[in-house]
């Protein structure tokens, strides 16, 4: 498999650098380790992981005239990205996270969604909001919400639908107007039942078991499968791996039940590339070549490689684009997968699945 192969992702934070001014990125009083040992007032080093993630080197910010990384204009953040994805990638979502959930500060996050959803478009790339715009030719670009809090009725979902959304992250780790610790709220039936209609992706990742039950009953009831997806992560089997995590590998990781309930929908399954969700290349090798012999399980996965949001300290020998390459040498070394079905998996797949799900 050639290492310039360009591959697919159903997650990375491509998110300017400081465009929230002084929300931290990483919250140490939660347990999340910080992207680098030393990051200044600044985050300056937050900034250069951030770049590096998407295989932009010292030499192309110095060919800018960028000695700082923390000066960085949102100009030439866009320029370096857009050359890296046009590099790099066949189709990608490109995630605006949730950060504000109380409730007296929806217009910042609207705010946020409104810049970062303009900086995607600024790119210039083949920005999708139906699956007829898909090129053969160019980067695909999904813009995605990591995070629903800003829904509080129903008419929230017209404004982010307005600016290009089209797949929304129910839940992120904690309850919120349409999810809770028992499932959906009425309200997050009536939400999920209206992004459907629009032709917005489900995303599960990142919901408690209840809630991804939930959603993945409400799917099968309105036969909406085609518009599900677990975008990045693992099965709880693989998180349980990591000491650290063991304890909520449950909650954030897949049983064997729902991932191949998710196949038989019609969804789609992006796995993770570093920790917690596996601890070596081979282990990702391992979970696919297993959720492959499902029946439809071939087509039904794909990458969610979260670049852009990785701490260093979880990374594990997949640190930029370029390096999926391994995970493909390993899949044909190990499991004696052809180049056709590895790059259905690292890229194609993805493409495919969104083709048929934004209609």
């Known amino acids: ?34 992207r680098h040992k030393d990051i ?17 080197k010292e030499e192309d910010l110095r060919n800018l ?22 590099k790099q990638y066949d189709t990608l979502f490109a995630s605006v996270f949730g950060h504000w959930s109380e409730i007296e500060k929806p217009q910042k996050q609207l705010t946020l969604i409104k810049r970062v959803s303009r900086m995607y478009r600024n790119w210039g790339m083949n920005l999708i909001k139906k ?13 995605a919400l990591e995070g629903a809090d800003f829904v509080r009725n129903l008419g929230d979902i017209d404004k982010i639908y307005d600016q290009g959304i089209r797949s929304v ?31 917005i992706i489900i995303d599960i990742a990142h919901a408690n078991s209840n809630v991804r039950k939930s959603i993945l009953d409400l799917t099968e009831d309105l036969n909406k499968g085609q518009l599900v997806a677990y975008t990045h992560g693992a099965t709880s089997e693989d998180i349980a791996q990591d000491i650290q995590f063991s304890a909520a590998a449950e909650k954030r990781g897949l049983s064997k ?24 290349i081979d282990k ?9 012999q499902i029946e439809n399980g071939p087509k039904s996965l794909g990458l969610g490689t979260d670049f852009g949001g990785v701490a260093p300290v979880w990374e594990i020998g997949i640190s930029k684009p370029e ?30 699945w969104v083709a048929n799900a934004l209609i």
């Open 131 to 143: 699956g007829e715009q898909i090129s053969e030719r160019e980067p695909n670009l999904v813009i």
């Open 40 to 56: 200044g007032e600044k985050g300056e080093k937050s900034v250069i992981n951030r770049i590096y993630q998407f295989g932009i």
């Open 323 to 352: 390096d999926i390459a391994k995970l493909g040498d390993t899949l044909s070394r190990k499991f004696g997968y052809s180049d056709g079905q590895i790059k259905n998996i690292l890229q194609k797949n993805v493409h495919n």
């Open 65 to 86: 005239g960028i000695i700082n990384p923390t000066e960085i204009t949102e100009k030439q953040y866009s320029r370096l990205i857009k050359e890296a994805v046009e």
């Open 169 to 199: 992250t129910i839940q992120y780790g904690k309850e919120n107007a349409l999810a809770n610790d028992v499932g959906l709220t009425p309200l997050g039936r009536q939400a999920i039942t209206k992004m459907f209609d629009l032709g």
């Open 257 to 280: 039940e729902e991932v191949e309930r998710i196949v038989k929908l019609g969804g789609i399954i992006g796995l993770g590339v570093s920790k917690p969700f596996f601890q070596s």
């Open 284 to 292: 990702i090798a391992e979970r696919i070549d297993q959720i492959c």
């Open 1 to 34: 498999m050639s290492e310039r192969e360009k591959i697919s992702s159903l997650h990375d934070d491509f998110e300017m650098p400081l465009a929230d001014k002084g929300i931290p990125e990483y919250d140490i009083e939660k347990g999340y380790p910080q």
